[in-house]
């Protein structure tokens, strides 16, 4: 059983800092694409950025230059590093891991979310 774990969220100032753990239990962790999701007030849920197995990343336009998406395989942990914070970066943040089981079938496992809230 594979298990997804957000820690780090809270109350920052616009212009501070954050960064998020997510810890992943089970094997699958280390051949997985770890993801990070957020979902504001009101608002679908969306990619923020996404880091696979090897080390590539990608990353929605409205974080870019701002957060950075890590990983410790080591310590199956993927980490979102969030500078420069603004308002419209509150949202519930979610952990996702990308499983590919066969080349037809991907199983996905998320997390319970945790809150950031920008505010002054």
């Known amino acids: 059983q594979v298990q997804i774990v957000e820690s780090g969220g809270g109350l920052v100032q616009p212009g501070g800092s954050l960064r998020l753990s997510c810890a992943a239990s089970?094997?699958?962790?280390?051949?997985?694409?770890m993801g990070w999701y957020r979902q504001g007030p009101g608002k679908q849920r969306e990619l923020v950025a996404r880091i696979t197995s090897g080390g590539s990343t990608n990353y929605a336009d409205s974080v870019k230059g701002r957060f950075t998406i890590s990983r410790d395989n080591a310590k199956n942990t993927v980490y979102l590093q969030m500078n420069s914070l603004k308002s419209e970066d509150t949202a519930v943040y979610y952990c996702?891991?990308?499983?590919?089981?066969?080349?037809?079938?991907?199983?996905?496992?998320w997390g319970q979310g945790t809150q950031v809230t920008v505010s002054s």
């Open positions: 089970g094997s699958i962790f280390s051949t997985s694409t």
């Open positions: 996702n891991a990308e499983n590919v089981l066969t080349p037809l079938y991907t199983r996905y496992y």
